[in-house]
């Protein structure tokens, strides 16, 4: 079974910063790779698909890259509402997620 | 508008069984496979079951195969989770989900459901 490691498990952040969220695969995925936000009491939504193709209504300042093992989610300016916690996604595994705080 | 909307969560007992239901609009339910997905809380996302668009193929993770059987009525527009021998870790919100291309079974989750709550407890 291919296991995704995320990376950190938790981070502060002020308004304005640039965040970068890493997943690596225990073996190579291609670009079958999905990045979701969740906040508290809420169900998840997709935001990236095929590791940096941006989910139709999701901001420009997210973005995700990467392909084989090592992908990134980056948020360009964090924005108030993008506190939450952030999974990656390959086939039926997800990442343990990052809790995105405020600083 | 596409949505999900689950519902048959609860308080069960050890043991016990319970059947979700998951309601779709908005889509060409038959065109896409459904997942089912659970989170415990406090916990991180668990992908419990899939089924393709026709319902001919079925799919568990080992931590519910055996116990659970996923379902779908493509005339009601309807997917199921009929789960059997609960156990207290089954505890979780159950979320259901739509696979975002057709035709594919592993995929991005699009559209999600609320959620339904399901304990398992004495």
């Known amino acids: 079974d291919i296991q995704m490691t995320q990376s950190p498990s938790s981070l502060s952040a002020s308004v304005g910063d640039r965040v970068t969220i890493t997943c690596r695969a225990s073996?190579?995925?291609?670009?079958?790779l999905n990045w979701y936000q969740q906040k508290p009491g809420k169900a998840p939504k997709l935001l990236i698909y095929a590791a940096s193709s941006l989910q139709s209504g999701v901001p420009s300042r997210f973005s995700g890259s990467g392909s084989g093992t090592d992908f990134t989610l980056t948020i360009s300016s964090l924005q108030p509402e993008d506190f939450a916690t952030y999974y990656c996604?390959?086939?039926?595994?997800f990442g343990q997620g990052t809790k995105l705080e405020i600083k | 508008e596409v949505q999900l909307v689950e519902s048959g969560g609860g308080l069960v007992q050890p043991g016990g069984s319970l059947r979700l239901s998951c309601a779709a609009s908005g889509f060409t339910f038959s065109s896409y496979a459904m997942s089912w997905v659970r989170q415990a809380p406090g916990k991180g996302l668990e992908w419990v079951s899939a089924?393709?668009?026709?319902?001919?193929?079925?799919y568990y993770a080992d931590s519910v195969k055996g116990r659970f059987t996923i379902s779908r009525d493509n005339s009601k527009n309807t997917l199921y989770l009929q789960m059997n021998s609960l156990r207290a870790e089954d505890t979780a919100v159950y979320y259901c989900?739509?696979?975002?291309?057709?035709?594919?079974?592993?995929?991005?989750?699009?559209?999600w459901g609320q959620g339904t709550m399901v304990t398992v407890s004495s």
């Open positions: 996604q390959q086939r039926d595994t």
């Open positions: 073996q190579s995925i291609s670009s079958y």
């Open positions: 089924i393709s668009g026709s319902g001919g193929s079925t």
């Open positions: 989900a739509k696979s975002a291309n057709s035709g594919y079974v592993y995929d991005a989750f699009d559209i």
